[in-house]
Antibody, heavy 116, light 110 residues
């Protein structure tokens, strides 16, 4: 069965970086893209961008351009999302999701807390 | 950027009733519209894709309709487990491929 398992919760100081991992199993990793979505406490869903696991091409949401980098390691079927220059309003649960057009399978989420 | 506006923000209904949730796009999204359900503490779950296709394992009481700028998610007869937050999502058809979500509709028990 398809599974996306994310890394554990992180606490970071403002200005630091965070890198969240998303390990896929149960399907051919390079056949689909991986999208990243975040959700601030009590708020809605915000699309961050996506990466093709086939060729590494990326599209990022305009508001995060320059601060976010998405990568994949096809040898381990793992996707990564790095966010730099963290601010307090980056505090959120970060989700990875398999992209087939819509997002059909989701990871369990990773809470990233940015606090001094 | 395409903006999705969901209405109502909150919908209060009883089990067994029919729920109708709306999603309006600021410009045409063709049929690239999906619906997700999210319960507290859980990841979103895909319900409907391409406006009217149920995802794998989704009960038949969930249906989607619409095209262009106006879309509807209908739950024909509410079950207790259907009370959650629902989001619509669009995929832009122009390169680069981009996505946006609506702000959500909370379906609560009356």
């Amino acid at each position: 069965q398809v599974q996306l398992v994310q890394s554990g919760a992180e606490v970071k100081k403002p200005g630091a970086s965070v890198k969240v991992s998303c390990k896929a199993s149960g399907y051919t990793f390079t056949s689909y893209g991986i999208s990243w979505v975040r959700q601030a406490p009590g708020q809605g869903l915000e699309w961050m961008g996506w990466i093709s696991a086939y060729n590494g091409n990326t599209n990022y949401a305009q508001k995060l351009q320059g601060r976010v980098t998405m990568t994949t390691d096809t040898s381990t079927s793992t996707a990564y999302m790095e966010l730099r220059s963290l601010r307090s309003d980056d505090t959120a649960v970060y989700y990875c999701a398999r992209k087939t057009g819509p997002f059909d399978y989701w990871g369990q989420g990773t809470l990233v807390t940015v606090s001094s | 950027e395409i903006v999705l506006t969901q209405s109502p923000a909150t919908l209060s209904l009883s089990p067994g009733e029919r729920a109708t949730l709306s999603c309006r796009a600021s410009q045409s999204v063709s049929s690239y519209l999906a619906w997700y359900q999210q319960k507290p503490g859980q990841a979103p779950r895909l319900l409907i894709y391409d406006a009217s296709n149920r995802a794998t394992g989704i009960p038949a009481r969930f249906s989607g309709s619409g095209s262009g700028t106006d879309f509807t998610l209908t739950i024909s007869s509410l079950e207790p487990e259907d009370f959650a937050v629902y989001y619509c999502q669009q995929r832009s058809n122009w390169p680069p491929e981009m996505y946006t979500f609506g702000q959500g509709t909370k379906l609560e028990i009356k």
